[in-house]
Structure formats: C-alpha cells, structure tokens
C-alpha cells in the first residue's frame, strides 16, 4: 500500500505541471490576441494641413502597410484646405489625379479619410484647392 500511495504523488505533482502549463499558455495566447488590432492591416495616420507653412502637409509617417488607412487631417493653416490620396502608386508629386479626397476643410477645421491600399508602391497626396498642388502643398506615401 504505501508503494500504491508513493507512485500517485508523482502523478499528482505531473497532473499539477501541466495544468500550471496550460494556464501560463492561455494567459500568453489571451494577452497575445488583445495587442493585435482589430482590423487586420488597418492603420492611422495624424495630417497637418497648412504646417509647417501654410502650403504643406505634415504627415505622423511617411510610410503604411497595405490595408485601411484612416488619415485624421486638421487644417491648422489660416486658409481652407483639402487632403486627397491618388488611386495609383505611379510616385512622383502630380499638381492633379484620380483618386479619394475630402471636402474643403476650414481652417481649424478636421476631418478623416479612410483609403484601402491594396498594392505597394509611392502613392501622392495633395490639396486640390487651385494652385495649393503647384505651390507645394503635396508629397508622397510609401505603402509596403
């Protein structure tokens, strides 16, 4: 008998283990899917309109992966401004081009821009106010 009681204390101090394991693993995997975004591929990016001067941009990066951008643009410049992303990744700093932009945006003023990037490239952004393109106020995004 007392063999009988010796050989279940080791199995009990196993059983324990790997219960104590599987509980570690679970609190890892849990605290792991909680710091991932909730969107696959989704990102945002602060713009600056009319900073540092009053025909340019100021983006938070200069580079996103493909996916959802979100673009959160306030005009801190004394004029009315715009934000608009070309639809192709040809690089470059066009004065105009297809693609998705927002309404004339007070000074003050904010508005967001949500954009899918779904091939890598250099695509341009500019303000479509006339002359505001020709003037400087446009530039380049890496997407990866």
Known sequence: MTTLRGAQKPSL????AAIGGLVLLTAALTVGAAARPSRPGS?????????PTEFGFLLSTK???????????????A????????????????????GKGTPMISPKGSTTLTYTFKTKGSYEYLCT??????????GDLKVT
């Open 79 to 98: 004029l009315a401004h715009t934000f608009k992303i070309c639809s192709s990744p040809k690089g470059g700093l066009a004065n105009s081009c297809a």
């Open 129 to 138: 106010v006339p002359g505001h393109a020709a003037a400087g106020m446009k």
């Open 43 to 51: 990102s945002t990016v602060a713009v600056t309109a009319g900073k």
């Open 63 to 77: 580079s996103v992966k493909t996916g959802s951008v979100t673009f959160k643009i306030t005009n801190k410049g």
């Open 13 to 16: 101090r196993v059983l324990f």
